[in-house]
């Protein structure tokens, strides 16, 4: 015992610079003259008092509006000949419109994440999604090829504030037991977005053109910006940071808890060899699902020779694994989960390797699910429904392996690490998912759609070892890291 406590970690800058912003936090409560004065110390947790029509109205808000974001990613490409019609520019120019696009997510947990802990998530949702749906309409009626470009920026990275603060959101009305299975359907509308962009769009620029594929996006975040501001109430009981007080307060409240969030997400990557694992293997996951819509055009288009919207429903292959990844979350991680529990003395926390149960067999799916793409896709005389099964298994593999892993992260990191840990997730699978669709036709001109798909196969192959070597070593690792307050 006296050894574990000498080999303790200590405690470092950016934990105790957290625990400052909740000692700000906490103190502005009590101040005299706060809002948060006027609660009482013993008013029950948010979950316990609303009323459950208007959780599930919150519930379903939230998700949807994460859904027209994602939605709002993938179903430009359904544009992508048109728009270089009409722009008479260059492939990857146009690609730039979803590159753009999802590199714009990765502002929403180091902008949108600290306003809304100085502001309240509320008001940065009603904001942020006001900016989105004014530069969707921006990007549907330009006439310049740079203007939309900087519109389609624009928009996701006002949009992305729901990737950050949602499940934040939902865990302030949400009984603890009951957070893992609320946040699967948070997931399904955050990975069923992409898959259902082309295949809605495709029949959009069909018969009305690109401009009412992207008037429809924007239609659509405006809907769910009303709803928003009509449905999703104030979930915060704590005061937020910026609380009546002298000016100069406020300043150096709202520098740390911004210092914080743009500095601790890289610190926790550079430093931590389990988040920088865990940041890797989901940002090639995602990568790849946005090389998808190079590819599927490619292969259904061009080579079988189906019409736009016959290849638009191809997707739906997706949506079935991540349909499929759902079933699996709800029915066996939950209950395994549970099982886990009852073996431990009552108050135990699980362990984080408990989170990822599922990833450990799920992981090979990806792979093999490539693999069978690659080698069928591009050969007219196998059914197309080969590859499209081979799409749904990767699908399926991918949301499990989302729904395993990003659980654990937050639990490896703790409760007040937790969001450093995720944005820099978020912001990494930004980044690297946002370069795809650039390199990846001139990537399958160079290889062929079989030899490129099978290389993206062989990286998910190697990184089938990342839950394996998580749940043998990250114990280890958790014990030795200055980060993890354990």
């Known amino acids: 015992m006296s050894q574990t406590m000498e080999a303790a970690p200590p405690r470092t800058d950016e934990h105790d610079e957290a625990m400052q912003v909740l000692d700000d936090k906490t103190m502005s409560s009590s101040a005299p003259g706060s809002e948060a004065q006027a609660a009482a110390?013993?008013?029950?947790?948010?979950?316990?008092?609303?009323?459950?029509?208007?959780?599930?109205?919150?519930?379903?808000?939230?998700?949807?509006?994460?859904?027209?974001?994602?939605?709002?990613?993938?179903?430009?490409a359904s544009s992508i000949h048109k728009l270089q019609e009409h722009y008479q520019v260059g492939p990857v120019v146009i690609y730039l419109g979803i590159s753009l696009f999802?590199?714009?997510?990765?502002?929403?947990?180091?902008v949108c994440g600290p306003l809304a802990t100085i502001y309240g998530k509320r008001p940065v949702y009603i904001a942020s999604y006001t900016a989105f749906t004014a530069f969707s309409f921006g990007a549907s009626e330009t006439n310049n090829i740079g203007v939309l470009l900087v519109m389609r920026f624009l928009a996701g990275a006002s949009g992305s504030s729901s990737l950050n603060n949602v499940p934040a959101s939902m865990s302030d009305i949400t009984d603890p037991t009951q957070m893992a299975g609320t946040l699967i359907y948070y997931a399904l509308a955050a990975f069923g977005g992409p898959g259902l962009g082309p295949v809605i769009a495709a029949f959009i620029d069909r018969r009305a053109g690109w401009r009412w594929n992207l008037r429809v996006q924007a239609i659509f975040v405006a809907v769910m910006t009303v709803a928003c501001i009509l449905l999703v109430p104030k979930t915060e009981k704590a005061a937020a940071v910026a609380v009546k007080g002298s000016k100069a307060a406020e300043r150096e409240k709202m520098k740390r808890v911004f210092k914080r969030a743009f500095k601790g997400p890289f610190v926790w990557l550079i430093q931590e060899p389990v988040v920088l694992a865990i940041c890797i293997y989901l940002s090639v996951l995602y990568s790849i699902l946005y090389c998808f819509f190079n590819s599927f055009p490619a292969v259904f288009v061009g080579i079988r020779?189906?019409?736009?919207?016959?290849?638009?429903?191809v997707f739906?292959?997706?949506?079935?694994?991540?349909?499929?990844?759902?079933?699996?979350?709800?029915?066996?991680?939950?209950?395994?989960?549970?099982?886990e529990r009852a073996k431990l003395p009552k108050g135990t926390p699980l362990s984080p390797e408990a989170r990822f149960q599922q990833a450990l067999w799920a992981a090979i799916f990806a792979p093999i699910g490539l693999f069978l793409f690659a080698w069928t896709a591009p050969f007219p005389r196998v059914h197309w429904i080969v590859p499209c099964i081979g799409m749904a298994l990767f699908a399926f593999s991918m949301m499990t392996i989302f729904t395993s892993l990003i659980p654990y992260l937050a639990a490896y990191a703790g409760p007040v690490d937790a969001p450093?840990?995720?944005?820099?997730?978020?912001t990494s699978r930004a980044v690297m998912a946002a370069s795809f669709p650039l390199f990846c036709p001139a990537m399958f001109r160079a290889l062929t759609i079989q030899?490129?798909?099978?290389?993206?196969?062989g990286l998910t192959l190697i990184l089938v070892l990342v839950p394996p070597l998580l749940r043998r070593y990250g114990p280890q690792l958790r014990a030795r890291s200055r980060r993890v307050q354990t």
């Open 41 to 76: 110390p013993e008013e029950l947790p948010l979950y316990l008092t609303m009323p459950w029509h208007r959780k599930m109205a919150t519930y379903i808000v939230l998700c949807i509006m994460t859904l027209a974001l994602t939605y709002s990613s993938t179903a430009y």
């Open 451 to 457: 030899g490129g798909v099978s290389m993206l196969a």
């Open 102 to 110: 999802v590199l714009g997510f990765g502002l929403g947990p180091l």
């Open 305 to 313: 020779g189906f019409g736009a919207e016959s290849a638009g429903l």
């Open 420 to 426: 450093l840990a995720l944005a820099a997730g978020t």
């Open 316 to 339: 739906i292959s997706l949506l079935i694994g991540f349909l499929g990844a759902t079933l699996v979350a709800v029915f066996m991680q939950q209950p395994y989960e549970d099982r």
